[in-house]
């Protein structure tokens, strides 16, 4: 297998990997079956096309932007890249519609509906031109999701960085994945090697989603002090939010701790205080609760308060090393894989490991 020294791109190709996703190669349109997950803040111009140029497949996360700002960040994005990438829409955004129809002016391809059941009349504007991608928590929806009109899941577990579902990708995609063998489904959540993309294009998926490796990317344009963190962190220190009183309710969101997160956990306790003592009323309270975090991505991604922001990052952020540039990200990620696969179809006794290195473990 060459490495092209002017792109790092695998030139002669994964036949075993790419056999696997080919489904969901072709419904990307893009040389691997890996999504680069939607990043506020993060998944903008650079990274989005950055990703799409290396192979993979970039994401735009729209998150509150008007709609003229994201009509702006798309067309940045067509002018940095010829390949395909996606749009991230949030349901809840209150111009949802408007945003869906710059997408459909701009020639947007793919279209991710997150944060919730996507809305019908959405669904069918969204079909009208583009491909759709929606998010499934669980079985029984990722089947309603396909009936009502999505052409791929993504099936995210708790592992991931950001707002969060209660369950884990192994359970998920042992769940889902053998149950609907004709369906479009990316796994996300945790993956943060090659060897987990091989275990899980095996069970079924089409390909995979990933955010975290790519956050502290080289081609990010996250705060340098927001990077640094990523690098240090292990997988234990990206927690979920936890709630503290069952009146005041908490979206779970899973980001690497500081001084926001114990800071967050006074407030729940301060105004559930309040609360208790008839201080406050009810949905007061609960605004207050809500409104805690607005902004705190912000002034971690591009301000570098990474001690009262908030750093979103999923459990695989132990395996961020060091700032990486994308397509050295994806290169590594495809040739683990393609090792994994080729490991596992490999007569038994050349699978196992040398008895030497068996010896040295015990
Ligand atoms: C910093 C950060 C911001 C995120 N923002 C969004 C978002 O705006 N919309 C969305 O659908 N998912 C968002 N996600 C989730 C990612 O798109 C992706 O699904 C997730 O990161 C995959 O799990 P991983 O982090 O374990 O790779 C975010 C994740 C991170 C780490």
């Known amino acids: 297998m060459t490495i092209s020294a002017q792109t790092g791109s695998i030139a002669s190709g994964s036949p075993r990997l ?5 489904r969901g190669r072709t419904f990307l349109g893009s040389r691997h079956a890996i999504m680069a997950g939607a990043m506020s803040w993060v998944s903008e111009r650079h990274l989005v096309s950055a990703i799409s140029n290396a192979g993979g497949f970039g994401v735009i996360a729209c998150g509150a932007m008007p709609p003229a700002l994201l009509e702006a960040e798309i067309a940045a994005t067509q002018a940095r890249t010829s390949k395909p990438f996606g749009v991230n829409l949030i349901t809840m955004h209150p111009q949802l519609m408007d945003l869906i129809a710059v997408c459909k002016v701009a020639g947007v391809t793919h279209v991710v509906l997150a944060g919730g059941i996507p809305p019908s009349p959405a669904v069918a504007a969204i079909t009208d031109f583009a491909k759709l991608v929606a998010f499934s928590p669980n079985f029984a929806l990722a089947r309603k999701l396909l009936r009502s009109g999505a052409d791929a899941l993504v099936i995210e577990g708790s592992e991931a960085g950001g707002h969060i579902g209660p369950v884990s990708l192994a359970v998920l995609a042992q769940e889902i994945l053998p149950a609907l063998p004709d369906a479009i489904i990316f796994a996300a ?53 936890v709630q503290f009183d069952p009146r005041l309710p908490v979206i779970p969101v899973r980001a690497l701790k500081n001084g926001g997160t114990e800071a967050f956990m006074e407030k729940q306790r301060e105004v559930a205080g309040r609360l208790e003592a008839g201080l406050v009323a009810l949905p007061e309270a609960q605004l207050e609760i809500e409104h805690y975090w607005a902004g705190a991505l912000r002034r971690a991604v591009i301000d570098g308060d990474i001690e009262g922001g908030s750093l979103m990052a999923g459990q695989s952020v132990g395996m961020v090393t060091a700032e990486e540039p994308v397509a050295s990200i994806i290169d590594s990620l495809v040739l683990q894989a393609e090792s994994a ?22």
């Open 18 to 22: 790419d056999a696997l996703t080919a």
């Open 189 to 241: 959540g945790g993956i943060g090697r090659g060897e987990a993309i091989a275990a899980l294009v095996e069970m079924g998926a089409s390909g995979v989603q990933l955010g975290t490796r790519f956050a502290a990317s080289a081609e990010s344009i996250a705060h340098p002090a927001f990077k640094k963190a990523f690098v240090r962190a292990s997988a234990r220190d990206a927690v979920a939010s």
């Open 341 to 362: 696969l080729a490991r596992h179809a490999a007569p038994l006794e050349s699978a196992l490991p040398e008895p030497a290195s068996l010896e040295s473990a015990a």
